[in-house]
């Protein structure tokens, strides 16, 4: 009897530690894994990695987030970053929101605010966190998302400036346009989706700045795609993203200085307000618009 009670300690030992290795296990290179453990996480983030097995050193790091009912399984399939990861070395992390529905917290002051707690925090942490675990290269970190992921792209960027070299966002918005009176998390605002947010390029810039005051450093150059007939996020959204980053950047919103036709699509056309942002309008396409996988490598420096 004693003895079977030792046995059945024992076996009970083994299997707790042998659980609690696996729920620690680095990730598998090759595929989509879960992290559990990376910092701070108030609200909960999912963070998923994918580490390619022709990890380069000193590797770059994509952060891609999805869209609302998307998770990051759908969008490690649906976006091409894990297959270039291959080709070019680096790591992507596809950040999963915690809410029903799965859109991101781009409206509460704490996930627009750096260091607030919120969504935005957690990506950060897990951006330090790869950094740290893979000796990643702080200097190539790239964010990018399509939807309510371009709405948390602009607000990485936002928040986050110190992290990222450049964003590139797919039909979101801009950061803060979402905001939420009532400080709720991930709501939606149906004034900044109808496209009746509207103000200035010095205004926006404010906004974004507001979200990290007092930082004076180097900022990510922002890419900002949007299809002309959106009905979810109304075009509008496209102009006024633009404006807060060409505001951020002190070009001149009224006179860009170029304008790119049938570019990188025909029928898409792209505006060149300076080196740091772009803004492409797809015209005739709808909320779904599709990823531009190889202008996204070169916007992020991998190929010229
Ligand atoms: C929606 O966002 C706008 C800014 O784009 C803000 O002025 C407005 O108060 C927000 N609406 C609600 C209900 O929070």
């Keep these: ?3 079977m009670r030792y046995i059945l300690s024992i ?15 680095a990730p598998t290179a090759g595929q989509l ?9 108030p609200t909960n983030v999912g963070f998923y990695i994918y580490v390619p097995q022709n990890l380069a050193s000193n590797p770059a790091i994509i952060v891609a987030i999805h869209y609302c009912t998307g998770t990051a399984q759908a969008y490690y399939t649906g976006s091409p970053y894990a297959q270039y990861a291959e080709t070019h070395g680096f790591i992507v992390i596809y950040p999963e929101s ?9 409206s509460s002051q704490s996930t627009l605010t750096n260091g607030g707690g919120g969504n935005s925090n957690s990506i950060a942490n897990m951006v330090t966190w790869t950094i740290d675990q893979y000796g ?15 709405m948390m792209t602009n607000v990485m960027a936002a928040t986050y400036p110190n992290l990222f070299t450049a964003g590139i966002a797919y039909a979101g918005v801009s950061a ?3 905001y939420s009176e009532d400080n709720g998390e991930a709501w939606w605002n149906s004034t900044c989706s109808q496209g009746q947010s509207i103000t200035t390029p010095e205004h926006w810039a404010q906004i974004a700045e507001a979200m990290n005051p007092g930082y004076d450093g180097d900022r990510p150059k922002m890419q900002i795609y949007h299809g002309s007939e959106d009905a ?15 505001g951020v950047f002190g070009y001149n919103y009224d006179s860009p200085q170029e304008v790119q036709n049938d570019t990188p699509v025909a029928n898409w056309d792209k505006t060149i307000w300076g080196p ?3 803004g492409i309008l797809a015209n005739g396409v709808g909320h779904n618009i599709q990823i531009q996988g190889e202008e996204d490598l070169k916007w992020f420096g991998f190929t010229s």
Excluded: H
């Design 1 to 3: 009897m004693i003895q």
């Design 11 to 25: 076996l009970f030992y083994a299997l707790t530690c042998s659980a609690l290795a696996l729920s620690r296990r």
């Design 33 to 41: 894994s879960q992290v559990t453990d990376f910092g701070d996480n």
């Design 98 to 106: 915690p809410y029903d529905g799965t859109c991101w917290d781009v």
């Design 136 to 150: 990643a290269d702080a200097s190539r970190v790239y964010v990018t998302g399509t939807s309510s992921g371009a």
């Design 176 to 178: 803060g346009c979402f």
């Design 232 to 246: 979810t996020l109304d075009p509008q959204n496209y102009y006024e993203t633009c404006k807060q980053w060409v």
């Design 276 to 278: 740091n942002v772009e």
